[in-house]
């Protein structure tokens, strides 16, 4: 479960806004548990949670809702950015880019990859996963739940 504490903020995620819009921890919408981050009139960014990491696969996913009624050209994508220990990015594995919809049910946007020992000579320090959503209207809400990166730990 994600978002499930917090007030509307959910630590340990932060929230990354590139224009304009709004992010929040809400509660009576969610896939699983009681709480959802709900994401409105947004133009870029999302969650995003930096982690220690060790070299060797990783699995991230997150689900997506637009609610029933809604119509959006919003679409989510998720990174994991490669980071040094300086938290620079050193490389940017990405999913697909996904149509958050159709209306009224949770969709979900998953992706694998190998997080390896170093990027051009600089070792991998910390991965960060940044679920991107990008192109929801003024006055359209959408809702991003269970958001998660399997890793080794180092
Ligand atoms: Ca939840």
Redesign the pocket.
């Known amino acids: 479960?994600?978002?499930?504490t917090g007030t509307t903020v959910a630590p340990p995620w932060t929230y990354w806004i590139e224009h304009s819009g709004t992010i929040q921890r809400a509660t009576g919408t969610?896939?699983?548990?009681?709480?959802?981050l709900q994401i409105s009139s947004f133009q870029r960014g999302g969650p995003l949670q930096t982690v220690s990491a060790g070299p060797g696969p990783f699995a991230a996913r997150a689900y997506f809702l637009l609610p029933a009624g809604s119509s959006s050209n919003a679409k989510v994508q998720l990174y994991v950015d490669l980071l040094d220990a300086q938290m620079k990015v050193l490389d940017r594995p990405k999913s697909e880019i996904i149509p958050i919809g159709p209306a009224g049910q949770w969709g979900s946007v998953e992706f694998a990859g190998t997080i390896p020992a170093s990027v051009d000579g600089k070792a991998v320090a910390n991965v960060r996963l940044v679920v991107t959503v990008s192109f929801v209207e003024n006055g359209v809400t959408v809702y991003v739940?269970?958001a998660s990166l399997y890793w080794n730990a180092p």
Do not use: I, K, L
């Not at 479960?1 to 499930?4: A, K, P, T």
């Not at 969610?30 to 959802?36: L, Q, R």
């Open positions: 479960m994600s978002f499930e969610a896939h699983t548990g009681n709480a959802a739940d269970d």
